[in-house]
């Protein structure tokens, strides 16, 4: 799609993962439940309709999710979008993370966009163990990392925060990404 955030950046590659922050969920402090259990709230809900539109049309061929609520919650709207199903992984959760197994496996589907949505705490700590981060970035809720994939690992990183979102423009069908200034 022309003018598209990534304008078919993803094809030709190894492959391409999104790893996705979760979308704004209740306060810790005022949720009574189990951590686990936490839902998203409204300011949430719109973070998770405005990743789908923005991921959507990368037509990623696996969506995964921590089994968290709000990870899950996160998804959904992405899932619907392009009708499949939400696989949920104890791998990207605190149940049993190990974010470096799951993308290996994610390595081996060539040529193809994958999305996992997680944790604001392990994404980056699995990507500086990569030696692909040399910080932290503010990793805001409803905030990403595109993962370029090459030669079965990761190859390069982007941050994207959810600031990059944009609406679309007039007489535009999707939703995208506003490039970074230097980006091509």
């Known amino acids: 799609m022309p003018g598209h955030w990534l304008e078919g950046e993803t094809r030709g590659m190894a492959s391409t993962v999104f790893l ?3 979308a704004k969920a209740a306060r810790r402090e005022e949720w009574a439940g189990a951590d686990r259990d936490r839902p998203l709230i409204q300011r949430g809900r719109a973070q998770a309709e405005r990743l789908a539109r923005a991921l959507a049309p990368e037509r990623p061929v696996l ?4 089994p968290w609520l709000r990870c899950v919650e996160t998804a959904e709207p992405l899932a619907k979008t392009l009708g499949i199903e939400v696989v949920r992984d104890q791998r990207l959760g605190y149940d049993g993370p190990d974010l470096e197994a799951w993308m290996r496996e994610a390595a081996a589907v060539p040529g193809s966009a994958v999305v996992a949505v997680g944790h604001g705490d392990l994404i980056p700590h699995y990507l500086l163990r990569a030696g692909l981060l040399h910080g932290v970035p503010r ?13 079965g690992g990761p190859a390069e990183v982007v941050y994207l925060d959810r600031s990059d ?19 091509r």
Do not use: C, I, Y
């Open 63 to 66: 969506l995964a999710a921590s």
């Open 20 to 22: 996705v922050r979760h």
């Open 165 to 183: 979102l944009k609406a679309p423009e007039r007489n535009e069908v999707s939703w995208g990404l506003r490039r970074r200034q230097g980006e």
């Open 139 to 151: 990793f805001r809720t409803g905030s990403l990392f595109r993962v370029r994939l090459g030669d």
